[in-house]
């Protein structure tokens, strides 16, 4: 493969057989539309100037990488940095993609944003950017996630944005997903719909991925500075995959680097219950886009599980389909359990409450590291704090506030 | 010469206009398609569209979603809608069926199988709603080889630089979706309708049907005055849903009827 001449996607948004433009006829000039204005605004160094300032200024950008020395020792083997994602504003690396497309939002003259959410960390983000540039804000969740995540959807209230519970299918982010795609193709002329991961029609794959790809970007000169060296693999886990996307993007030409996603086993891969399409699922078309989906003998997408609602997605961004076809990157799965002790691993070695999400990337640094030697170098992409799942990690120990 | 283009040439020398209803296959429960689809022919359908389910119906609204996830509940797969055409195929060798649906149920069974036994099953049209030109030249190419015309959509939104693409892939007819926004929602602006379909029409030599938004017998004869095709579908499928228990074909028929009679009246007139 020619990874140092990677230059995904091609004009219609197709990663190898993976991604394009999936959507009803009704969606495709507003796509149109956002591909010329992101095309236009890339090549403009005022626009390049502001984003790099609101996340410098506004995110706290850089954000620091961290040895995570205790914990290494103590697992005994390879060292792990930490990429801290989770000291952004807001707590997550969804704010970074957040600006992005708020700022191109304001150029297209768009006065309505609207966002789908698993988690809650993207509609946080999308509702912290909306305040931030006067715009009107209405992000759906699944109502499932809505009585797993309270905490953010009063944040997003406070922030101003209207949150609807979606009650359909079930009642998670893909639904969420298929009722902001609703409301766009309703509004087309006044709203935007801020994507939050590295799925769904070009260019929002293309999009995201350029927005997050500062946190690998940032990576090359710390790691340099660091430790002297690039990591000897990157770690980071995928639901949609945007996270991994921005860790993994400037890392792909370093092809003695090796990238790894982890997917969410849930119960584990045989009990059906989990999330990891890389891992267990098939190629399909749904959310705009060709890639791996959890799906049914007749094409049906199934009901994903994970511990995590910001990973418990039946599909993945087209990148990460080809990355893996390709053998460019490797995808690894982790159960509840396993990303449940890194989580208290973290919190009682490194003072570091991290997302459970992020738990997952961090449970795979665990399993990896004891079988590696001291002088081997791991990255893992501390995507989120875990302030936000305080409840979850309190109901599963049996523990009520 | 298909059944979807003997259709419309023998309506054209009657100077009348093609009805399409539109049902979920397995809505509200597999027993139902084969009565239903017999009750929309007695109430004057020329063309019968056939929603197959799918978990994630983007395009539509809530009501045809409903429909999608009342069939799921009863494991209605590709195979099973299938089944239903060839059954009503030994009961009505004429009324053209098309397909509609989401490209994931179709890619699950396998393209070449799927227009194999497609054609077997007697079906003449497929829409399948996620797949815009740019990503089907290889859907058109396979169901143009077995005799069923690929249907293609456009939109009030759709640049004219569109229409090539759709004539050239497309076949049977187009289905103008005639407003901004999902299956079921808001109103028709009629005007922009009849503004766009003359030059539609043009382009794509191809008769074209006007859907989304028609929701009774005075807006069905207004569209039928500029249009080739009227396409009802949230309308009927809320009939369904609310018709008591062993209702619902004679209630469908009826709402038929009313239109067919309103569209024909105006022909005359």
Same mark, same amino acid.
């Given at each position: 493969?020619?990874?140092?001449e990677?230059?995904?996607?091609?004009?219609?948004?197709?990663?190898g057989?993976?991604?394009?433009?999936f959507?009803?006829?009704?969606l495709?000039p507003?796509?149109a539309?956002?591909?010329?204005?992101y095309?236009q605004?890339?090549?403009?160094p005022?626009?390049?100037?502001?984003?790099?300032?609101?996340?410098e200024?506004?995110? #706290?950008?850089?954000?620091?990488?961290y040895?995570?020395? !205790?914990?290494?020792?103590?697992?005994g083997?390879?060292q792990?940095y930490l990429k801290?994602e989770d000291?952004?504003?807001?707590?997550?690396h969804?704010?970074n993609n957040c600006?992005?497309?708020?700022?191109?939002?304001r150029r297209?003259?768009k006065p309505?944003v609207?966002?789908?959410t698993?988690?809650?960390q993207?509609?946080v983000?999308?509702a912290?950017v909306?305040?931030?540039?006067?715009?009107?804000?209405v992000?759906y969740?699944g109502?499932e996630d809505?009585?797993?995540?309270?905490a953010n959807?009063?944040?997003?209230?406070?922030?101003?944005?209207?949150?609807?519970?979606?009650e359909?299918?079930s009642?998670?982010?893909?639904?969420?997903?298929?009722e902001?795609m609703?409301d766009?193709?309703?509004?087309?002329a006044d709203?935007?719909?801020?994507?939050?991961?590295?799925?769904?029609?070009?260019?929002?794959?293309?999009?995201v991925?350029?927005?997050?790809?500062?946190?690998?970007?940032e990576c090359?000169?710390?790691?340099s500075?660091l430790?002297?060296?690039?990591p000897d693999q990157?770690?980071a886990?995928v639901?949609? #995959?945007?996270?991994?996307?921005?860790?993994f993007?400037?890392?792909?030409?370093?092809t003695?680097?090796?990238l790894v #996603?982890v997917?969410?086993?849930?119960?584990?891969?045989e009990?059906g219950?989990?999330a990891?399409?890389?891992t267990a699922?098939?190629? #399909?078309v749904?959310?705009?886009?060709?890639t791996y989906?959890?799906q049914?003998?007749?094409?049906q997408?199934?009901?994903?599980?994970?511990?995590?609602?910001?990973l418990?997605?039946?599909?993945?961004?087209?990148?990460?389909?080809w990355?893996?076809d390709?053998?460019?990157?490797e995808y690894v799965?982790?159960?509840d359990?396993?990303a449940?002790?890194a989580?208290h691993?973290l919190?009682?070695y490194?003072g570091?409450i991290?997302?459970l999400?992020?738990?997952?990337?961090?449970?795979?640094?665990?399993?990896?590291a004891?079988?590696l030697?001291q002088? !081997?170098?791991?990255?893992?992409n501390?995507?989120?704090?875990?302030?936000?799942?305080m409840?979850?990690v309190?109901?599963?120990?049996?523990?009520?506030? | 010469?298909?059944?979807i283009?003997a259709?419309?040439?023998?309506?054209?020398s009657?100077?009348?206009?093609?009805?399409?209803p539109?049902?979920t296959?397995?809505?509200p429960?597999?027993?139902q398609?084969?009565?239903?689809?017999?009750a929309?022919v007695a109430?004057?359908?020329?063309?019968?569209?056939?929603?197959?389910p799918?978990?994630?119906?983007?395009?539509?609204?809530?009501?045809?979603?409903r429909?999608?996830?009342r069939a799921?509940a009863y494991?209605?797969?590709?195979?099973i809608v299938?089944?239903m055409v060839?059954?009503?195929?030994?009961?009505?060798?004429?009324?053209?069926?098309?397909?509609m649906g989401?490209a994931n149920?179709v890619e699950?069974?396998?393209?070449?199988?799927?227009?194999?036994d497609?054609?077997?099953?007697?079906?003449?049209?497929?829409l399948?709603?996620?797949?815009p030109?740019?990503?089907c030249?290889e859907?058109?190419?396979v169901?143009?080889a077995?005799?069923?015309?690929?249907i293609?959509?456009?939109?009030?939104t759709s640049v004219e630089?569109r229409f090539?693409?759709v004539?050239?892939?497309g076949?049977?007819?187009?289905?103008?979706?005639?407003?901004?926004?999902v299956?079921g929602?808001a109103?028709?602006?009629?005007?922009e309708v009849a503004?766009?379909?003359?030059?539609?029409?043009?382009?794509?030599?191809?008769p074209v049907?006007?859907?989304?938004?028609?929701r009774?017998?005075v807006s069905?004869?207004?569209i039928a005055?500029?249009a080739d095709?009227?396409?009802i579908?949230s309308?009927?499928i809320?009939?369904?849903?609310?018709?008591?228990?062993?209702?619902?074909p004679?209630?469908?028929?009826?709402f038929?009827?009313?239109v067919?009679?309103?569209?024909?009246k105006?022909?005359?007139?």
């Amino acid at each position: 493969m020619q990874v140092n001449e990677y230059n995904m996607p091609d004009d219609r948004g197709h990663f190898g057989k993976y991604g394009g433009i999936f959507v009803a006829e009704t969606l495709i000039p507003a796509l149109a539309e956002l591909n010329a204005a992101y095309e236009q605004a890339q090549k403009d160094p005022e626009f390049r100037a502001e984003f790099e300032d609101e996340l410098e200024h506004y995110v #706290g950008r850089p954000s620091p990488i961290y040895h995570a020395k !205790r914990w290494s020792q103590l697992l005994g083997g390879a060292q792990i940095y930490l990429k801290r994602e989770d000291l952004n504003h807001t707590g997550a690396h969804k704010i970074n993609n957040c600006i992005g497309q708020a700022l191109l939002a304001r150029r297209m003259g768009k006065p309505r944003v609207i966002a789908e959410t698993g988690a809650g960390q993207h509609g946080v983000a999308t509702a912290t950017v909306a305040a931030r540039y006067g715009m009107d804000c209405v992000v759906y969740m699944g109502s499932e996630d809505i009585r797993r995540q309270a905490a953010n959807v009063y944040r997003m209230k406070l922030l101003g944005a209207k949150v609807v519970p979606v009650e359909s299918g079930s009642k998670t982010l893909k639904d969420a997903l298929n009722e902001a795609m609703r409301d766009w193709v309703t509004n087309i002329a006044d709203t935007f719909y801020i994507i939050g991961t590295v799925a769904g029609p070009h260019p929002y794959p293309m999009m995201v991925r350029d927005f997050q790809a500062v946190i690998g970007r940032e990576c090359l000169g710390q790691m340099s500075a660091l430790a002297g060296r690039q990591p000897d693999q990157v770690i980071a886990c995928v639901g949609g #995959g945007s996270n991994a996307m921005g860790i993994f993007y400037d890392y792909i030409p370093h092809t003695d680097v090796k990238l790894v #996603g982890v997917e969410a086993a849930g119960h584990g891969i045989e009990s059906g219950k989990h999330a990891a399409s890389l891992t267990a699922g098939r190629p #399909g078309v749904l959310h705009g886009n060709r890639t791996y989906l959890l799906q049914d003998a007749n094409g049906q997408i199934i009901e994903t599980h994970s511990i995590s609602a910001g990973l418990d997605y039946p599909g993945v961004g087209p990148e990460h389909a080809w990355l893996k076809d390709s053998g460019r990157a490797e995808y690894v799965t982790v159960t509840d359990d396993e990303a449940l002790a890194a989580f208290h691993d973290l919190c009682g070695y490194e003072g570091i409450i991290p997302a459970l999400e992020s738990s997952h990337a961090l449970a795979y640094a665990k399993r990896l590291a004891p079988t590696l030697a001291q002088d !081997r170098i791991l990255l893992v992409n501390l995507s989120g704090r875990g302030d936000k799942d305080m409840h979850t990690v309190a109901e599963k120990s049996g523990i009520q506030f | 010469m298909s059944r979807i283009a003997a259709k419309f040439s023998a309506l054209q020398s009657q100077n009348r206009k093609a009805l399409i209803p539109f049902i979920t296959a397995g809505d509200p429960e597999p027993g139902q398609t084969l009565p239903l689809m017999r009750a929309l022919v007695a109430g004057g359908a020329d063309i019968i569209e056939l929603g197959v389910p799918f978990s994630d119906p983007m395009a539509d609204g809530p009501t045809i979603q409903r429909a999608s996830e009342r069939a799921l509940a009863y494991g209605v797969s590709l195979r099973i809608v299938l089944g239903m055409v060839h059954e009503f195929r030994k009961v009505d060798a004429t009324t053209p069926v098309v397909l509609m649906g989401y490209a994931n149920p179709v890619e699950a069974y396998g393209l070449e199988n799927f227009a194999r036994d497609a054609q077997a099953a007697g079906v003449d049209g497929v829409l399948i709603v996620d797949y815009p030109p740019e990503e089907c030249a290889e859907f058109s190419r396979v169901m143009k080889a077995v005799g069923i015309d690929p249907i293609f959509l456009l939109a009030p939104t759709s640049v004219e630089a569109r229409f090539a693409d759709v004539a050239q892939l497309g076949s049977g007819y187009i289905y103008y979706v005639s407003l901004k926004g999902v299956t079921g929602s808001a109103t028709i602006d009629l005007d922009e309708v009849a503004r766009r379909i003359p030059a539609i029409r043009a382009q794509v030599g191809m008769p074209v049907g006007v859907g989304f938004g028609i929701r009774d017998a005075v807006s069905a004869a207004r569209i039928a005055s500029v249009a080739d095709a009227v396409v009802i579908g949230s309308k009927i499928i809320e009939t369904i849903e609310q018709a008591p228990a062993g209702t619902a074909p004679a209630l469908v028929t009826a709402f038929l009827r009313e239109v067919r009679a309103a569209m024909d009246k105006r022909e005359q007139a």
